[in-house]
């Protein structure tokens, strides 16, 4: 099916599936997952557009979304691009500071909210926000504070009136793939926000794109969406799955993600690197609880799964009838039930982006047989640059350049894009978006290289490489992205511009330490005291030690502190999307930096 606009998916796909289930929601009574068929869905998207409508929203109007995950969100969305209004999403943990910006910035007159906390923050910054005339809330459970201005959704869907469809209609008659769609705030790591603009034809064109990239996506397949939906990766891949026509389960809280896979069984699931490293701590974990032999059965298993898997399938190889058949066993015997405890065992796409996924997990995971997708991607390339394709994918690289798009590697080792899914540029920042532009391809920012296969790798953040007084150049993501494979590292910084050897700052996992004193006999529970304590202090510099044994002497990490609790969003210290502020990190710590480098 092509989509001209995201005005009338729904609508289309309504004709199509009718009563087909769309989408699902968790009742927050029953604890069930509830079904909204195609049909429902078209409804409450014409509803939700008239209510729009009577409050003044037209064409080109910004509104805000300012929730966590819920259907109501996929509602308002649609309604907005049925108006050819622009949706302003923004992340459910964002600070009242951060909406108060993005709000002035995109003169947002109509804001949708989630729970109380959103509420609470729209309401504090109420006084700063003199363009902004409606708040309209999902939960019914929220306190409203008694002014004009806030509404309950369902109560607001009660004021759209089927004689606004005549009108609504001309509007949808007079949509064009130039349409403004969203306006996406980047989480700023550096400066304030730069809200991205992203009009429908950059999503229609990824649609395209992904069709001959991702032929099996279809009606058959159950999509579970934790991710953000004002997160591009995760908003992107829900637009594909229902212009797919598959399911979408909508998942409101994150922390309840492994219930929620082993509920709904998902067969595609778009995700980042810090949920499968927190899903391999678990499997170790319980290796590590076997018998010696025991151990060693899984040892081998792996071993079969990665000659099967990586060896043979991945480069399009027949095995041989020995390996096929100790596979079979093997799959059979382990592995498939390591992915029906997990609740992952109808997988057939799970893509991961967001960041680098360490080698190792990717090779474990492939090994046993769960179809990781590796992918990178960006707010202003509407999402997909890069991903493994079905074979003959390499692991170290985020894959090949989705067809259609052009990549080039520039000064720095700059990857640079080109193609028509690149953002028009930053709302109201000219000079901004004139400097994310070189001879028309797009500076992202991020370095890397594209080999001679077409395998595109990414290093590092630019902005975020350092130079040592020694004159090394060093990738803190890199060092960070391995330390935190280890079950017993939360959050780390690395530290060294302009100094002569290379510090970190670690937040260890509050249970992990708890646990490990226990085990080395140390009198204390107060985490506090362990963080400075000879033991767990030589503990972690044997766990960093090995985990960078395979690094040049450069890199290596010669001092490092412990620090309870870690870094947060309310702080400023990482953002939304949990990437590291650095210059804030090093501004809080500096006083815990200088003694790492004058001691």
């Known amino acids: 099916m092509a ?10 796909q309504a004709k199509k599936y009718g009563t087909r289930n769309a989408l699902f929601f968790k009742d927050k009574t029953t604890g069930e997952w509830r079904p909204v068929s195609w049909n429902m869905f078209e409804q409450n998207v014409l509803q939700t557009a008239r209510a729009l409508f009577s409050i003044g929203v037209m064409p080109t109007k910004k509104v805000g979304i300012y929730s966590q995950n819920m259907v109501e969100c996929v509602y308002a969305d649609f309604a907005n691009y049925a108006l050819r209004a622009v949706s302003v999403p923004m992340f459910a943990t964002a600070s009242w500071t951060q909406v108060r910006y993005i709000v002035n910035d995109a003169a947002i007159e109509t804001i949708f909210v989630g729970e109380q906390e959103q509420y609470d923050n729209v309401i504090k910054a109420l006084p700063e926000m003199p363009v902004l005339k409606h708040i309209i809330v999902f939960d019914n459970a929220v306190v409203l504070q008694k ?17 606004a469809d005549i009108k609504i209609e001309e509007i949808r008659r007079q949509a064009s793939a130039a349409d403004l769609a969203i306006i996406m705030y980047t989480s700023g790591t550096t400066g304030e926000p730069k809200g991205v603009m992203l009009n429908h034809a950059p999503f229609l064109e990824t649609l395209l794109l992904h069709d001959a990239a991702l032929p099996t996506v279809g009606e058959a397949d159950r999509s579970l969406s934790f991710l953000p939906l004002s997160h591009i990766f995760e908003r992107a891949w829900c637009y594909y799955c229902l212009y797919r026509g598959a399911q979408i389960y909508v998942n409101q809280r994150p922390q309840e993600i492994q219930t929620a896979i082993k509920e709904v069984r998902p067969t595609l699931m778009c995700s980042v690197p810090r949920f499968w ?14 018998s010696p032999l025991m151990k060693g059965i899984v040892v081998w298993a792996i071993e079969i799964g990665k000659m099967y898997n990586l060896n043979y399938l991945r480069v399009e190889k027949k095995p041989p009838l020995w390996l096929k058949l100790h596979y079979k066993f093997v799959d059979r015997v382990i592995f498939s039930k390591v992915k029906k405890t997990l609740g ?13 996924l360490d080698n190792e997990i990717c090779t474990f995971l492939r090994s046993l047989g769960i179809p990781i997708v590796v992918g990178y991607g960006l707010t202003e390339t509407t999402a997909t640059v890069s991903f493994f394709p079905q074979t003959n994918y390499k692991i170290g690289t985020a894959g090949k350049v989705l067809q259609g798009l052009q990549v080039r590697i520039g000064d720095n080792n700059e990857i640079q894009v ?10 109201n920042k000219p000079e901004a978006t004139a ?5 028309g391809w797009f500076r992202t920012g991020d370095a890397g290289a594209l080999d001679n296969d077409g395998n595109l790798t990414v290093t590092e953040r630019i902005k975020d490489l350092f130079k040592t007084t020694n004159g090394k150049y060093i990738a803190p993501q890199q060092i960070e992205m391995k330390l935190g ?3 017993y590292v939360d959050q780390v910084a690395v530290i060294g511009d302009q100094r002569n050897y290379v510090t970190a700052i670690i937040v260890p996992v509050a249970g992990e330490l708890l646990a490990l004193a226990k085990q080395l006999n140390i009198p204390t529970g107060n985490i506090y005291e362990l963080l400075t304590h000879p033991a767990i202090v030589q503990f972690y510099q044997t766990l960093i030690d090995d985990l960078q044994s395979e690094m040049a002497s450069y890199e290596k990490i010669k001092k490092f502190r412990l620090i309870n609790p870690g870094f947060t969003m309310e702080a400023g210290e990482i953002t939304s999307t949990l990437k590291l502020r650095r210059a804030v ?6 006083k815990l930096i200088e003694e790492m480098y004058n001691t």
């Not at 490293?277 to 076997?290: F, M, P």
């Not at 057939?348 to 982006?353: D, G, Q, W, Y």
């Not at 080109?418 to 540029?425: P, V």
């Open 585 to 590: 990190i090093l501004q809080h710590y500096r």
């Open 485 to 487: 494979t280890s079950k």
């Open 3 to 12: 989509v001209p606009h995201f005005s009338i998916l729904v609508s289309e």
């Open 418 to 427: 080109k193609g028509k899914t690149i953002t028009q540029g930053y709302y």
């Open 344 to 356: 992952i065992e109808n997988a057939t796409i799970f893509p991961v982006a967001g960041a680098a």
């Open 147 to 163: 002014d004009e201005m806030s509404i309950y959704f369902d109560r607001f869907l009660l004021q759209g009136n089927e004689s």
């Open 435 to 439: 400097a994310a532009f070189i001879d």
């Open 277 to 290: 490293e927190k899903v391999i701590t678990g499997i170790r974990e319980q290796v590590d609880s076997y």
